[in-house]
């Protein structure tokens, strides 16, 4: 099973979104022992591993389109259920398994790979961790999280505050392991282009008020008439019908409809990193494309003018030296970050980037090298959260001890064409549910 020149390291990367996809493929490219961990990490078909990518089938799953524009190629791709990915991990043999999963899917996931894995001589080693900043539900996530070999943490703050919540609940704190965001990367900013451009980059969930998103949109195409020397861009996650990791209820492009913006105003879609490529100033939200830009050393600016609040995002930047508001930006402020700040966040501007993930991959490697590796132990059991953990496992067709329930969808046989068919019916019946529908039952709520 340890990894070879003449046999790849074979990864399997379980996610339930598109950023998650691009948080879980890219990670498997930086932390595969071997050959790959020098090598792009773009570019996941690559010799010494092989990419097995599995979907979790729900209302998040990644269209083809947003799988093409994480650019990250697999060698396999399968959508498939909860108890679909348990059976392929007990018939399949891999070395290392990446859970890229909210934490409640993680924890269903860890109980289960448990099961089916009983018995076995050899395991893979699974990773798990989160695809940005973590601002919200720290301890919450992390508990899902553990029973993994290691927890990712994406910057030498995170992974402080992690270690404290285990060792602070009496859970093995070990799996923290110290790295950074996969997905930085691109060459650093050298001055302005022609023309100067702004690209405000959006966020599906935050905030999800019509009010909110309406005026934020307002003061960009402001600024567009303002500067029409400037190049203004609105960076969008998802097309319409689409889902990201969390549910956009009001779509930017259906409400710059009706609006009338200059024609140095434009939406665009795309890989962040290739808009980035052109861009001299970026703002946002709170959203993780800061990071990626702050990696780059190109101005940006984190939002306050609709406060500094927990519930957006942005109070992690607090410290940054890059809050302002959108009267500071009309005047011409450009943003100066601090280097402490960005040094803590795991935003590597100083050319160490490359190693950041060289740790996590030794750890791998002398997981593989050993002779055995225990049953993955997760905090939460039947006896230390009875009233918590089975409705987490029951949401996946888990029974308490991580064996499938009856019922439980495909576990006892392949999907046919007809079940195939009808999946992606009710699917789409669903998409169209939560999209459409609950969001104008919601409003007529409120009248």
Known sequence: MPPSTSKPTRIAVLADSDTRWKWGALTAARIAPGPSMEAAPREAAQVGLELSGFLLRGRATPTARQLAEVGVRADSLREVTAVEFLRAMAEEEYDVVVLALVGGGVQAMLHGLRRVWEGRERRPVVVTGYVGVVYEKLADGLLLRHGADLVLANSRQDAERFRAVYEGVGADASSVTEVALPFL??????????????????????????????????????????????????????????????????????????????????????????????????????????????????????????????????????GSGCLASWDQLDAGHRPVADEEWVARQGVATDGSYESAFDVAGERIAKLLAAPELPPLAPYYTPATAPGYLPGILARHHLGPDGSPLPGAPAHDKEPGPVREIVRRAARGAYRHGVQRVAPVIRRMGEL
């Open 185 to 318: 990367g691109g060459a650093a900013y050298e001055g302005e282009h022609d023309p100067y451009t702004v690209v405000f980059a959006v966020q599906p969930s935050v905030p999800d008020s019509r009010k909110d998103r309406v005026y934020l949109l307002d003061r960009l195409i402001r600024h567009a008439r303002l500067h029409p020397e400037r190049e203004v861009l609105l960076k969008l996650r998802s097309k319409p019908g689409e889902h990201t990791t969390h549910i956009e209820e009001q779509p930017y492009q259906k409400l710059v409809q009706r609006l009338d913006p200059p024609a140095n105003f434009r939406l665009v879609y795309g890989n962040m990193g290739e808009v980035l490529d052109r861009t001299d100033l970026l703002v946002t939200i709170s959203s993780t494309a800061a990071l990626e830009s702050l990696h780059r050393r190109i101005p940006t600016v984190v939002l306050t003018d609709l406060g500094i609040r927990e519930v957006l995002g942005n109070h992690h930047f607090v």
